[in-house]
């Protein structure tokens, strides 16, 4: 079964910067809206960013400005570059995925840990 697979997570001190990257583990067709999700010990996965196949991007607010999203549709890789990270941002980041712009993500990551000390 095709999974998404991300990469680039790591340790870095406040105010750095870190880049993820997402790409399927497989070949999927006609891939849509795009999104990184991330959680913290003890509390829901919440929603970062995501990214439309025309690359209409949102945000939360919690990061907007600091954190850009992309995407290459040729290699159906999307990213997300951190600056100015905050011991906050600690987490696992998921990558997700889906076909159907209206339907739920259909395709996640395992998750990549970040880790940002103060």
């Known amino acids: 079964q095709v999974q998404m697979v991300e990469s680039g997570g790591g340790l870095v001190q406040a105010g750095g910067s870190l880049s993820l990257s997402c790409a399927p583990s497989?070949?999927?067709?006609?891939?849509?809206?795009m999104g990184w999700y991330r959680q913290a010990p003890g509390k829901p996965r919440d929603l970062v960013a995501t990214i439309t196949r025309g690359g209409r991007t949102t945000y939360a607010d919690s990061v907007h400005g600091r954190f850009t999203i992309s995407r290459d549709n040729a290699k159906n890789t999307m990213y997300l570059q951190m600056n100015s990270l905050r011991p906050e941002d600690t987490a696992v980041y998921y990558c997700?995925?889906?076909?159907?712009?209206?339907?739920?993500?259909?395709?996640w990551g395992q998750g990549t840990q970040v880790t940002v000390s103060s």
């Open positions: 497989g070949s999927i067709a006609n891939l849509n809206t």
């Open positions: 997700a995925a889906k076909t159907d712009p209206i339907g739920p993500y259909k395709y």
